[in-house]
């Protein structure tokens, strides 16, 4: 089973940026597609980007496109997020997401937490 470790947040003030990166355990990495999405306090957990196995496909949700961008070294196992001119309400809890063979995302990390101040 896959462990994804992710790392990197912390408190910005707006405008700042952070780089999220995730770590994979496994050999498999290479060959799955990645994700990040987030949960703020009291609401639902929500998708915020996608990469397919080789980077060629990927998906913002339009809340944070042209300020984020997400990426992966599949040499290094590890998937990262950019996160550029952050604002309040990009604080929350972000995860990273492994897709199944299904294409649903069916493993996550424990999360870390961004904070925004404005």
């Known amino acids: 089973q896959v462990q994804l470790v992710e ?3 912390g408190l910005v003030q707006a405008g700042g940026s952070l780089r999220l990166s995730c770590a994979a355990s496994g050999r498999t990495f290479s060959i799955y597609g990645m994700g990040w999405f987030r949960q703020a ?3 639902e957990r929500e998708f915020v980007a996608s990469i397919n196995w080789s980077g060629g496909s990927i998906a913002y ?3 944070v496109k042209g300020r984020f961008t997400i990426s992966r070294d599949n040499a290094k196992n590890t998937v990262y997020l950019q996160m ?3 604002r309040p309400e990009d604080t929350a809890d972000y995860y990273c997401a492994r897709r199944t063979a299904a ?3 069916g493993s996550w990390g424990q999360g870390t937490q961004v904070t925004v101040s404005s």
């Open 41 to 43: 306090p009291g609401k």
């Open 7 to 9: 790392s990197g947040g």
């Open 84 to 86: 550029n001119s952050l």
């Open 61 to 63: 949700a339009d809340s």
């Open 103 to 105: 294409g649903a995302f």
